[in-house]
């Protein structure tokens, strides 16, 4: 059995193009972009960053939602949001037995990364990431035009 030549303990497994030989998947998840000059169209290096950007989303959500301390259904602004999102799961994902939890799940993390600015443009990938995106930038479009209606007018009536 060959040995990885990057480490020289692992089975080599993967074909490295910035190394231009077989590595590991450990030297190739641990030294990509540090120790190996990666092309940016290497299948391993995006896998590797969509990986780390999903784990990054979970963790990022995990922790803003541990830290609400009310409950934020409870705001008239944010039910106004929500339901809208919430009557289109049902009309559009409910008798769908191609749509599971975990595809709504993975748009929303997807939505969240997004809104935090950790990805610079929402793009459907599958079906329903397209069906659920077009709903939210209809349903934020027209809060943002709510939210900036009510604070017209609560300029005109603090004047």
């Given at each position: 059995?060959?040995?990885?030549?990057?480490?020289?303990?692992?089975?080599?497994?993967?074909?490295?193009?910035?190394?231009?030989?077989?590595?590991?998947?450990?030297?190739?998840?641990?030294?990509?972009?540090k120790?190996?000059?990666?092309?940016?169209?290497?299948?391993?290096?995006?896998?590797?960053?969509?990986?780390?950007?999903?784990?990054?989303?979970?963790?990022?959500?995990?922790?803003?939602?541990?830290?609400?301390?009310?409950?934020?259904?409870?705001?008239?602004?944010?039910?106004?949001?929500?339901?809208?999102?919430?009557?289109?799961?049902?009309?559009?994902?409910?008798?769908?037995?191609?749509?599971?939890?975990?595809?709504?799940?993975?748009?929303?993390?997807?939505?969240?990364?997004?809104?935090a600015?950790?990805?610079?443009?929402?793009?459907?990938?599958?079906r329903?990431?397209?069906?659920?995106?077009?709903?939210?930038?209809?349903?934020?479009?027209?809060?943002?035009?709510?939210?900036?209606?009510?604070?017209?007018?609560?300029?005109?009536?603090?004047?």
């Amino acid at each position: 059995m060959a040995k990885c030549p990057s480490c020289g303990e692992r089975k080599m497994n993967r074909f490295c193009r910035g190394m231009n030989t077989d590595i590991c998947s450990l030297c190739c998840g641990t030294k990509r972009e540090k120790e190996i000059l990666c092309p940016e169209d290497c299948e391993y290096l995006k896998k590797g960053k969509d990986y780390q950007l999903g784990r990054e989303i979970t963790r990022k959500i995990s922790v803003d939602l541990q830290a609400e301390s009310e409950d934020l259904f409870g705001t008239d602004q944010v039910a106004d949001f929500v339901m809208p999102m919430e009557r289109m799961f049902v009309d559009q994902f409910y008798r769908d037995t191609e749509v599971n939890d975990n595809h709504i799940y993975e748009a929303h993390g997807k939505i969240y990364a997004f809104q935090a600015g950790m990805v610079p443009v929402l793009k459907g990938e599958t079906r329903t990431e397209e069906v659920i995106f077009k709903k939210f930038h209809e349903v934020n479009k027209r809060a943002s035009d709510l939210h900036r209606a009510a604070s017209w007018e609560i300029e005109i009536t603090l004047k």
